[in-house]
């Protein structure tokens, strides 16, 4: 189970990483596609300094796609463990050892010119080392090795933490590159692979169809693991394809029928794309076009990403198998031709058919590029609705973990973790989509000892376009976090407001409407003039209209609420006090201010059959209601044989799912209608 999660946090880790890295792989792409288009034109067009420009930016991008990896690969993982473990250090720092650890390697294999070997020939090094280096570094961390806590107090956080790093920045680099200086350099079997499985190729003809498959699968299968296979053909090309130029079988049949799009025949994989239902891989599929007519298809590779993707490995390895066996049929039955000589692997799909063979060719390989795609497209469909269980499970860990009363919202804004990205996400969210089309208001019944509907408590629902329903604890703490409680808190009263006046409408009167209200709204100067101001607006009785406070956060009762509140009290409007005895001031405002209805928390009812405790407190807590001149209120009822309990209990209203669920309020009319 342990090595399960190890390996899931590795693979997870590369996968962010190279998302991390997707902006630098669409410059690169675009770079790249622009040198090639150049070769198409006049020599003097070359020296145009756009191109120039195109060409700087190329070095800076493709040429350290590697040095990138690394980066990104081992902060998320260091991110992933601080968090896991509760480690005290800077995921920047790790990263920086294990760049020092990786461009160490690549100087090792290359020596003075390992700059030039900083790109894709060693990105499965890069992938290999960021892991490796990174799990090395929290080795250190996890057993202690650098505590150095006696040094704490004597200087700030920024430099103890850089103290602490010392240690294992000095001996990780320094292992990791002997190992590898002992054990990996100097090593040639790189060069042995492809030979050694195709076996000797027939310089005349080419590849055999075998060999061909075999070839194809290897280069595939490269890919796959980050590797470019450039990095492995090209360490002795002759090996591999014919040097011959009547050879059919050769470099030239390869670029021109199995790499349609670049490898993997993607141009298939980019028409799916365009199709697809997930935005970003249709925003990949547009970037990848113009690339994937030239053959260069990184941006789909790392993008995706295709590495490390085992969703679209089959087709993957399968598409281009496919294109070269009908290729290799065609040329075998006379009719098709291909001549190596007029085109290369960067001239643009269809025309190079052209070059090739002819009309038919080109009318060839479009038949392939659409048979590559149906042979991407059912892989395409199950990856997307992989990604989008995936996603749904981490929504709904996270709104759960969210809804906990525990979480403080104010800590978490402050973090680099996926749960505080998501409460990002849900702040920024609410506030684009706050009004009437994704925001409305439920209400559930309040019913008396006979069942009938008396009134009911308004909800405010949020109805995410993307994510579906959040919870209501969730979304107002959200709120609480910032001002923004107060435009919800607004929209929320003269909503309901509106939504009495209806019910009037309909013939629905003398029922109380429960508004729940933030305590931090109450802190607001004007909050309670508004309030009755939108209720003259709206011309409401009073004694319709029911506050309810909520205990989400701690009400610090200064005069001004207190006063506020016994205005309103007095004016008509009932008092209510939600959660009673749960949260952090229920008994304070007893004595504060006139309080009409004490609700019960849902975690007392649930016991209420099986506890004399319980049942003891709710005997109490009637008798105090009943001194009051006021109403107990049980919620979260869920059966007849809570709800007789209840009643004998003294509980004068009821709510919970046993009578209705919140509801709308066309639903709640025809309801109270029917009662």
């Not at 799009?261 to 925003?283: E, N």
């Amino acid at each position: 189970m342990r090595l399960s999660h190890t390996l899931a946090a590795w693979l997870t880790s590369i996968q962010q990483g190279f998302i991390l890295t997707l902006p630098v792989v669409i410059l690169g792409s675009i770079t790249l596609t622009l040198l090639q288009i150049s070769h198409f034109f006049a020599t003097e067009i070359t020296q145009y300094y756009p191109l120039q420009l195109a060409a700087w930016l190329y070095e800076s991008t493709y040429s350290i796609m590697a040095l990138t990896l690394t980066i990104s690969i081992s902060y998320k993982l260091s991110t992933h463990y601080k968090h896991k473990y509760h480690l005290a250090y800077s995921p920047i720092t790790n990263t920086l050892v294990s760049l020092v650890c990786f461009i160490g390697i690549v100087t090792i294999d290359h020596n003075g010119s390992a700059l030039a070997f900083l790109g894709v020939e060693s990105v499965a090094k890069a992938i290999l080392y960021a892991i490796f280096s990174t799990e090395f570094i929290i080795f250190f961390y996890r057993n202690r090795f650098s505590r150095l806590s006696f040094l704490k107090n004597d200087i700030n956080d920024d430099i103890h933490t850089a103290i602490r790093a010392s240690l294992p920045a000095i001996l990780v680099p320094f292992i990791t590159l002997g190992l590898y200086d002992i054990l990996l350099a100097d090593n040639n079997i790189l060069s042995l692979i492809i030979p050694f499985f195709i076996g000797e190729v027939d310089p005349h003809v080419g590849l055999s169809f075998i060999q061909s498959v075999g070839l194809t699968l290897i280069n595939q299968l490269v890919w796959f693991f980050g590797i470019h296979p450039s990095s492995l053909i090209e360490i002795n090309p002759s090996l591999i394809y014919s040097p011959l130029e009547g050879a059919t079988y050769a470099r030239h049949f390869f670029e021109t029928y199995a790499h349609l799009g670049g490898s993997g025949s993607t141009l298939g994989l980019i028409i799916c794309l365009l199709w697809a239902k997930k935005t970003f891989h249709k925003k990949i599929g547009l970037y990848a076009i113009l690339p994937g007519i030239f053959n260069i298809n990184e941006l789909l590779i790392f993008g995706i990403p295709i590495v490390f993707n085992r969703h679209l490995i089959i087709p993957f390895i399968l598409a281009p198998i496919v294109t070269t066996t009908l290729a290799r049929i065609l040329i075998e039955s006379g009719l098709l031709t291909l001549d190596p000589t007029m085109s290369s692997w960067n001239t643009p799909v269809i025309i190079s058919g052209y070059l090739s063979g002819g009309y038919t060719a080109a009318i060839i390989q479009l038949l392939m590029i659409i048979i590559s795609a149906a042979i991407y497209w059912p892989f395409l469909k199950r990856y997307e609705q992989h990604l989008a269980k995936k996603r749904n499970r981490n929504i709904k860990s996270m709104i759960k973990e969210l809804c906990d009363p525990d979480v403080n919202f104010h800590k978490l804004s402050k973090r680099q973790t996926p749960l505080a990205d998501f409460y990002r996400q849900l702040q920024t969210d609410m506030k684009k989509q706050f009004g009437k089309k994704y925001f409305s208001m439920h209400y559930q019944p309040k019913v008396n000892n006979e069942k009938k509907v008396t009134g009911a408590e308004a909800l405010i629902r949020w109805q995410h376009p993307n994510l579906g329903n959040i919870p209501p604890c969730i979304f107002i703490k959200i709120a609480e976090t910032d001002s923004f409680i107060h435009t919800l808190g607004d929209w929320v009263n003269n909503r309901c407001m509106e939504d009495i006046n209806i019910m009037k409408d309909h013939g629905i009167k003398s029922q109380q409407i429960a508004i729940n209200v933030s305590p931090i709204q109450l802190t607001k100067t004007s909050f309670f003039d508004d309030f009755i101001k939108i209720a003259q607006k709206h011309d409401i009785p009073y004694k319709e209209i029911e506050l309810e406070i909520t205990e989400s956060q701690r009400l610090q009762l200064t005069d001004d609420i207190i006063t506020g509140i016994s205005m309103l009290s007095a004016k008509g409007i009932s008092i209510a006090v939600d959660d009673f005895g749960m949260g952090y001031t229920s008994l304070k405002y007893l004595k504060s201010f006139k309080v009409d209805t004490i609700k019960l928390d849902g975690s007392i009812v649930k016991d209420v059959i099986d506890s004399e405790i319980v049942k003891d407190i709710i005997r109490s807590l009637s008798s105090l209601t009943l001194s009051m001149n006021g109403k107990l209120v049980a919620e979260w009822v869920e059966d007849e044989l809570q709800f007789e309990a209840l009643k004998s209990l003294g509980c004068d209203l009821f709510q919970g799912a046993y009578f209705s669920m919140p509801v709308s309020r066309d639903e709640y009319i025809a309801m109270s209608s029917i009662t």
